[in-house]
């Protein structure tokens, strides 16, 4: 099992510019996560989908949209990047019971 | 969502047994209390969760008193490997308990 991939691994952006970052899980869990995680900081949420076919934001949704593709995928759009947008994001996905979620490496995102 | 506090740094010298401890005072009766540890470039990776009393894995224990305001993480015997960013979460973990919150989590620098 790959757990949980994530696409691409490093992006630049130009302010203005839009990209997608992509999520999937081999684990078939029902719900998945978005954070961002600033330098020295703890993550923080941007949206979550507790099973196919629906999505709530999170403490940060601001300048995001979601997709729930898929039960496996879930991914995350910036339509017009911002420099406050430079973060590294995560996703990741949870285990049925309990609050063990399990965390793709991450990709790490610059805004010029 | 229950919020935390927890030491921002610790430190510990190699083969000593690490104490965390995190504060949660308006922890919910039906709140978890969970850990995370998370290394440089890495997304977190649980390591330990629990109601009350102690609970004890491979990795770790994690031990809670009867009013539950508070947690402590213990790590026996650490290595240089476990120098990483440990987290202390509360949240309830039904079916309808989403969202974690993920401080800034504790420091801990492992010294040879």
């Known amino acids: 099992n790959a757990g949980v991939t994530q696409t691409p691994k490093f992006q630049v952006l130009k302010t203005g510019q839009s990209m997608t970052l992509q999520c999937a899980q081999d684990m078939n869990h029902n719900s998945m996560y978005w954070y961002r995680q600033d330098p020295g900081m703890g993550l923080r949420l941007i949206y979550y989908s507790a099973s196919e076919g629906t999505t709530d934001k999170g403490e940060v949704p601001n300048g995001y949209n979601v997709s729930r593709l898929n039960k496996r995928e879930f991914s995350l759009r910036l339509e017009s990047a911002a420099p406050s947008q430079t973060s590294v994001y995560f996703c990741?996905?949870?285990?049925?019971?309990?609050?063990?979620?399990?965390f793709g490496p991450g990709t790490r995102l610059t805004v010029l | 969502l229950a919020k935390t506090t927890q030491p921002i740094s610790m430190d510990s010298y190699e083969g000593q047994e690490v104490n965390i401890t995190c504060s949660h005072n308006n922890i919910a009766t039906n709140d978890y209390i969970t850990w995370y540890q998370q290394f440089p470039s890495q997304g977190p990776r649980f390591i330990i969760q629990?109601?009350?009393t102690k609970v004890t894995n491979e990795v770790a224990s994690l031990f809670i008193p009867a009013d539950r305001k508070s947690s402590t993480l213990s790590l026996p015997r650490v290595s240089l490997s476990d120098t990483a960013v440990y987290y202390c979460?509360?949240?309830?973990?039904?079916?309808?308990?989403?969202?974690?919150?993920f401080g800034k989590g504790t420091k801990l620098s492992v010294i040879p």
């Open positions: 979460l509360v949240a309830g973990s039904g079916a309808g308990s989403y969202q974690l919150t």
């Open positions: 990741a996905s949870r285990y049925p019971l309990g609050n063990e979620q399990f």
């Open positions: 629990g109601y009350k």
